[in-house]
């Protein structure tokens, strides 16, 4: 109870702070850095100038963002952007495509729409930034803030201080397994033992990252995939979910639970794993307080690929809805589900701590 109190006092602050980041005053960020890696969940601007379809840098995306369409893939903030003001930052992290102009010391995000921890993933789509690409790119930052701190190994000492968030492994479903006219992997791989390979090319990505002085991380399982209002349609279940895409998250979220425990296990010393579940919020009037009475259609009008017709007009009340487009959560739900995995009771959601607990 003292928790869900908590929950809906900081829900408060952030809907009066939502399109007002600029102007508000926040003390010291809990963290000094940041760095973002995944898909279009956390994507702020890396696609843009890609030779890609996977885009959202067009109106009505951006409509509740405070400069606009920028690429993020909703209305308004991403999960990663609300977490990024609860952890007190006094700006959102830029996208590595644009760092000029701002101070890569407090973070860079890396994520790209349509990303996989596989490179072959969203091929279809033209190019995208797979994991292994995002660290590639991170490696670049970091040999930047060798040269700003003066050595690899300040560097790495002031690296161990960020927090890593990894959001990724949807687009390794949505575009690549589920689509067997152009992708193999369902030929090759058991539902059981994609999810293993999955996890385990994320895991060998994790010690790489380790190897740059990463020691705080956030590992995001899926969302119900066959829940979006795309699997829905394609599907043709007149409004409910696909349980047979559900069960490949639920075997993922599963595996890269473990993997978490295994981690902290390996680097007890010094490094701490986190998994946030993000099948646990459910979909809809989650406390019957919610208001989400939308959960299978998307607010703004969607084109063939699933992603907003440009320039349309969205829902009238987009606080309503829990998906934006056809595969994205609405800023609303964002806010929702975020806050209670910054600062969760319940280890069924964030396992074996909350954000708040990690960065503390
Ligand atoms: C890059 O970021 C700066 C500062 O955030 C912004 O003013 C500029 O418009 C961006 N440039 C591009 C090409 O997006
Ligand atoms: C589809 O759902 C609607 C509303 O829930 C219901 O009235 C209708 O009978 C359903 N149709 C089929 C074919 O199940
Ligand atoms: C995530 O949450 C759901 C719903 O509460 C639960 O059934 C599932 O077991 C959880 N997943 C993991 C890996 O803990
Ligand atoms: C929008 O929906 C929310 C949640 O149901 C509700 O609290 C709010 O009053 C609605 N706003 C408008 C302008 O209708």
């Not at 369409?69 to 209305?75: C, M, S």
């Not at 797979?130 to 560097?155: F, P």
């Not at 895991?203 to 190897?211: A, F, G, K, T």
Request: charged share 15%; aromatic share 12%.
């Amino acid at each position: 109870m003292a928790c869900e109190i908590k929950t809906w006092f900081v829900m408060t602050i952030l809907f009066l702070s939502a399109n007002y980041l600029q102007h508000c005053v926040y003390g010291k960020s809990q963290v000094p850095c940041l760095f973002i890696f995944g898909d279009s969940l956390s994507d702020s601007g890396n696609n843009n100038n890609l030779p890609t379809s996977a885009k959202s840098n067009y109106k009505p995306y951006g409509i509740d963002f405070p400069t606009g369409p920028t690429g993020r893939f909703t209305n308004g903030r991403t999960s990663i952007d609300i977490i990024t003001q609860l952890l007190g930052f006094k700006k959102f992290i830029p996208p590595f495509a644009n760092t000029s102009g701002s101070d890569i010391l407090k973070g860079v995000n890396y994520a790209s729409g349509g990303a996989g921890i596989r490179i072959e993933t969203s091929m279809t789509m033209g190019s995208v930034i797979s994991l292994g690409l995002q660290l590639t790119n991170h490696r670049v930052i970091v040999s930047q803030i060798a040269t700003k701190l003066g050595s690899l190994d300040k560097a790495q000492q002031y690296l161990n201080k960020c927090l890593y968030y990894v959001n990724i492994g949807s687009n390794d479903y949505i575009n690549n397994y589920f689509l067997p006219q152009f992708y193999p992997t369902r030929l090759i791989y058991s539902p059981k033992q994609y999810a293993e390979a999955l996890v385990e090319e994320l895991s060998s990505n994790l010690l790489s990252l380790h190897d740059t002085g990463a020691r705080k991380y956030v590992l995001v399982g899926l969302g119900l995939l066959g829940c979006t209002p795309n699997a829905i349609f394609t599907h043709g279940t007149n409004g409910s979910c696909v349980d047979e895409e559900n069960i490949h998250a639920f075997i993922f979220n599963a595996k890269l639970k473990s993997l978490v425990d295994n981690l902290n296990y390996k680097f007890s010393a010094d490094s701490k794993f986190i998994f946030i579940n993000s099948t646990s919020h459910g979909l809809q009037n989650a406390d019957g307080i919610s208001g989400f009475g939308v959960s299978n259609a998307p607010c703004c009008p969607s084109r063939l690929t699933g992603g907003c017709s440009p320039n349309e007009r969205p829902c009238y009340n987009r606080s309503e809805y829990v998906f934006w487009d056809e595969f994205h959560p609405t800023e609303a739900w964002n806010l929702f589900t975020t806050i209670r995995s910054y600062n969760s009771c319940n280890l069924v959601s964030t396992y074996p701590m909350d954000i708040k607990h990690l960065v503390d």
